[in-house]
């Protein structure tokens, strides 16, 4: 059950469950995961924090500092490769080469 006050969005992406040690009955909050950082929160309309929808990802965002649309594995992988972490590589599609991979990544940062 959604405690009073508390909507909860089509996106739902997992659940907070509350179980009192007193015996009182177990409450069930909807939380939402950032689709960028990972960043799991407690979904409450009106409260005034700034949250986003990433219209490539087609889910939510937490906030202002993951209004790049980074993905997660990506970010994960720039720390790996040591680049800034809101770097996303530029993928060019090259068609009529059916032997060769079907994306080529260029890396604008990259020496020529």
């Known amino acids: 059950m959604t405690p009073r006050g508390i909507a909860a969005p089509r996106q739902q992406t997992g ?16 939380t939402i995961t950032c689709c960028h ?39 994960l992988e720039n720390l790996e490769a040591g680049r800034p972490v809101d770097y996303r590589p530029v ?3 090259i068609p009529g080469t059916p032997t060769a991979p079907p994306r080529k990544v260029i890396d ?5």
């Not at 659940?15 to 909807?30: F, K, M, N, Q, Y």
């Not at 604008?108 to 020529?112: I, R, S, V």
């Open 108 to 112: 604008p940062n990259a020496p020529e």
């Open 15 to 30: 659940a907070l469950t509350i179980t009192p040690e007193d015996g009182s009955p177990v409450v069930e909050i909807p």
């Open 91 to 93: 993928k060019v599609l």
């Open 37 to 75: 950082c990972g960043r799991v929160w407690q979904w409450i309309p009106g409260s005034g924090r700034n949250r986003g929808f990433c219209l490539k990802c087609n889910a939510f965002f937490c906030g202002p500092q993951c209004q790049a649309c980074v993905p997660q594995e990506q970010q």
